[in-house]
């Protein structure tokens, strides 16, 4: 493999006894582009592999050591055995399983209709245990939406790649019984399909009448984080949808996929989140005057630089920790992580990074005489991105947009890391939610 461009993760071997220099590494399993590698663990008995296929998480296991006449094969020509997971799988992390002679294996699973569960998976009996899992199924949930089950262990059935094997909903503490999740591929403005998911509660969904929040990131490679949050159950019993769009530029879709969204490539990071704005409207899941965008990091880059394309088409924002002046902040290499950024957003330097820097930079493209959204800007004194980006962006959005006293800018900042305090997690949460409530839904 050595010298060749490859998109996805791959495994290879080679003896341990081997006195060969270089070693000779050969190919575990043949490249599949709709079934692609995302993790490995071991243990002595079985080897772990966390895969997508088609764009779906799987688990599965298979038995050691590997039959050298499979070596080379296609995954699904393997004896693999797949465990089981509950439905709309966001991300699967492996624990710490650092007992090699161990049969159980640790993983944290996420959804965005499930608090994460923390699983054990005993690959030898064939059981499997949650470990944590907060379960949200009380009486009170019970008594507003109807009445819920739980239990915590059940056996892994034996099922191979090719046969459904999902897990009974009532194991996971799942609430899919009062929140719907659906997936689409949105097409954006050159074709790439862009993935999409919503999610609303079954009680309060009606169609074109609905408030929506659409997250995005779309950076560095990191995948969209859609795990099932607390704080979103307010806006969810409000009837709101939350929306989760996977741009270019974020993880989950291999190499390209990223490489696609950064550099010279940028504005399709941005473009792709209006193309999911203007589905979540056009398709009447939200209602067009009540959609509202939210960003983290990098995230707040890409919300920002929608609204300045397309400003009508949002009533409100949150942007959090954001990145809003990259021309400036790219050119001072003596900033935290600034040389970091040069590989994600490109190099001022270079005459075609610089161009690409100017067209998406946030601060730099606030449109005159234009009503903008509602904006609340949260940032610390205590963040990579320096906290004067957030204050001179929303001076300049003040100074050149229409006022309208519905429409306020707010600018927020602390002293202190939010993301290392619970409770100033849950005071800025709140703030935000209020926020959104009032801009949006009043």
Known sequence: MQGQPVDHHYLLRTPVTSSCSPRNWEN??????????????FCHSHLLLTVKDRGKYGLYSVSLPLSNDKVGAHLKEFNLQKLPLPD???QI?????????????????????MPDAVVDYDLLSGQWTIVQQQN?????????????SSTSNSRIPNNNL?????????TWNDLSEYYACEEYEVPSYDGALIPLTILYSRHRKTNGENPGLLHGHGAYGEVLDK?????????LDRGWVIAYADVRGGGGGGRKWHHDGRRTKKLNSVKDYISCAKFLVEREVVQETKLAGCGYSAGGFLVASAINYCPDLFRAAVLKVPF?????????????????????????GDIEDFRSIRECSPYDNIRKDALYPAILVTSSFNT???????AKWVARVREYSIYDPSRPVILNLTTDIVEENRYLQSKEAAMETAFLIKMVDS
Request: glycine share 4%.
């Open 227 to 235: 795990r099932w949050r607390n704080e979103m159950k307010s806006l």
């Open 324 to 348: 809003l002046d990259p021309t400036h902040t790219l050119l001072l290499p003596i900033l935290p992580l600034t040389p970091d950024d040069y590989e994600e957003f490109g190099y001022p």
């Open 384 to 390: 990579r991105f320096g906290v004067w980006e957030a």
């Open 162 to 170: 090719s046969e459904n094997n999902a897990a009974d909903e009532s």
């Open 136 to 148: 949200l199924l009380y009486e009170r949930t019970r008594v507003l939406y109807g009445s819920a």
């Open 28 to 41: 575990v399993v043949t490249n599949d582009q709709l079934l692609t590698i995302e993790d490995v663990d």
């Open 93 to 113: 992390f492996p624990g710490s399983n650092y007992d090699f002679n161990s049969s159980t294996m640790r993983f944290t699973i996420t959804s965005p209709v």
């Open 88 to 90: 709309h799988v966001s």
